[in-house]
T-cell receptor
Framework: AQKVTQAQTEISVVEKEDVTLDCVYETRDTTYYLFWYKQPPSGELVFLIRRNSFDEQNEISGRYSWNFQKSTSSFNFTITASQVVDSAVYFC??????????????????FGQGTILTVHP | DAGITQSPRHKVTETGTPVTLRCHQTENHRYMYWYRQDPGHGLRLIHYSYGVKDTDKGEVSDGYSVSRSKTEDFLLTLESATSSQTSVYFCAIMSRGSTDTQYFGPGTRLTVL
């Protein structure tokens, strides 16, 4: 069974601080995808990034960066120079690749519990 | 914008009544999903669909049923609502191709009194 753990329930920082959100996952699949979603106070779920299990390159998008390490089964998310608008709940998620398990995998997502990030002015 | 709408957006109902939530998509996606969000649990999969009339159970399917009679609509039914089904319900579609990414609807907040 797949499992995603976000050990940090809540994080509070002051604007301009850097913050890292941790994500550890478990899976027996060799092909899988990792995701981060953002849920701002308005409630919608916003897709941030998808990572293929074969691609361990780190990724940077503006102030956001992601560190994927298969050796430690981690997919951590760092926000550099945090801003008040970054305040949200962040979810890490894991899915099987469609076609895994003899074609019976349907890309179902397993989510972590979420990390509430509060950025104070 | 993945063209996903959910209705109703908010609903208050009483224990024992049937409730149907609708997810509608406009982009002909094959795969659709229903999740519920509860504090401390993140989102959990209720049911999913991999085509018209093709559905299966997820992690927390007890008390729920689904139907998909046409590509664009995926219905979630609570046959007899209970207070434990008070939650926020999200529908998602899978965008295939190079991304295989799920995009979510705006959510439905359901309160069962």
């Amino acid at each position: 069974a797949q499992k995603v753990t976000q050990a940090q329930t809540e994080i509070s920082v002051v604007e301009k601080e850097d913050v890292t959100l941790d994500c550890v996952y478990e899976t027996r699949d060799t092909t899988y995808y990792l995701f981060w979603y953002k849920q701002p106070p308005s409630g919608e779920l916003v897709f941030l990034i998808r990572r293929n299990s074969f691609d361990e390159q780190n990724e940077i998008s503006g102030r956001y960066s992601w560190n994927f390490q298969k050796s430690t089964s981690s997919f951590n998310f760092t926000i550099t120079a945090s801003q008040v608008v970054d305040s949200a709940v962040y979810f890490c998620a894991l899915s099987e690749a469609i076609g895994n398990a003899g074609g019976t995998s349907y890309g179902k997502l397993t989510f972590g519990q979420g990390t509430i990030l509060t950025v104070h002015p | 914008d993945a063209g996903i709408t959910q209705s109703p957006r908010h609903k208050v109902t009483e224990t024992g009544t049937p409730v149907t939530l609708r997810c509608h998509q406009t982009e002909n996606h094959r795969y659709m999903y229903w999740y519920r969000q509860d504090p401390g649990h993140g989102l959990r999969l209720i049911h999913y669909s991999y085509g018209v009339k093709d559905t299966d159970k997820g992690e927390v399917s007890d008390g729920y049923s689904v139907s998909r009679s046409k590509t664009e609509d995926f219905l979630l039914t609570l046959e007899s609502a209970t207070s434990s089904q008070t939650s926020v319900y999200f529908c998602a579609i899978m965008s295939r191709g190079s991304t295989d990414t799920q995009y979510f609807g705006p959510g439905t907040r359901l309160t069962v009194l």
